[in-house]
């Protein structure tokens, strides 16, 4: 089964700020990984899919890259509404599996 | 516009069988084009796939809970239905059901389930 590693745990930022979390998979996943944002009480939300495209209404400062076992999520200018813990999921095979996910928090 | 819905007990026994429903509107869970599924998450953790299935009848489990978990349908009424057999507290968490291609694109809203005597 495939293993998801997000880094880092959690994340302090200031509004502005360019963020990077890293998801890592344990074995090669092509280009079959999300990127999900959750706000405390509600169900996530879907921002990336297949590594680098951008969910329909997800603003542009949200973008992905990567391919095989190496991922990032990268916030060009982290605002207010962005503080959030974000996960990852592969999708190449069954069982699917999420990243442990990563809290960004304010600095 | 799609909207799924989770309904059922928000309180189970130990050993007792955990059973929630997902309604679907909006689309149908006969869609060739997505797969539907459930998720849970333990009150302060993170997300735990637990099955998805295919309206053609594949089904696939979490192999940590295969052996405890049942994922039906009901295509007459557009739901779908999660059993968890003998629970503890340790299945104790936030259940979402949600539809799956590119991810799930697609969550309800969560239904709170806690495991107590």
């Known amino acids: 089964d495939i293993q998801m590693t997000q880094s880092p745990s959690t994340l302090s930022a200031s509004v502005g700020d360019r963020v990077t979390i890293t998801c890592r998979a344990s074995?090669?996943?092509?280009?079959?990984l999300a990127w999900y944002q959750q706000k405390p009480g509600k169900a996530p939300k879907l921002l990336i899919f297949k590594a680098s495209n951008l969910e329909a209404g997800v603003p542009s400062r949200f973008s992905g890259s990567g391919s095989g076992t190496e991922f990032t999520l990268t916030i060009s200018s982290l605002q207010p509404d962005d503080f959030a813990t974000y996960y990852c999921q592969q999708y190449n095979s069954y069982p699917l599996a999420f990243g442990g996910g990563t809290k960004v928090e304010i600095q | 516009q799609l909207q799924l819905q989770e309904s059922g007990p928000g309180l189970v026994k130990p050993s007792e069988t955990l059973s929630l429903t997902c309604t679907v509107s909006g689309d149908s869970i006969s869609s060739s084009s997505y797969y539907w599924g459930w998720i849970r998450q333990p009150p302060g953790k993170g997300l735990e796939w637990i099955g998805n299935?295919?309206?053609?009848?594949?089904?696939y489990y979490n192999p940590s809970l295969k052996s405890r978990v049942t994922i039906s349908v009901d295509t007459s009424n557009n739901q779908f239905s999660l059993k968890v057999r003998s629970v503890t507290a340790a299945d104790t968490a936030v259940y979402y059901c949600?539809?799956?291609?590119?991810?799930?694109?697609?969550w309800g809203q969560g239904t709170l389930v806690t495991v107590s005597s």
């Open positions: 299935f295919y309206y053609r009848g594949s089904t």
């Open positions: 074995e090669r996943i092509s280009s079959w």
């Open positions: 949600g539809r799956h291609s590119k991810g799930f694109d697609s």
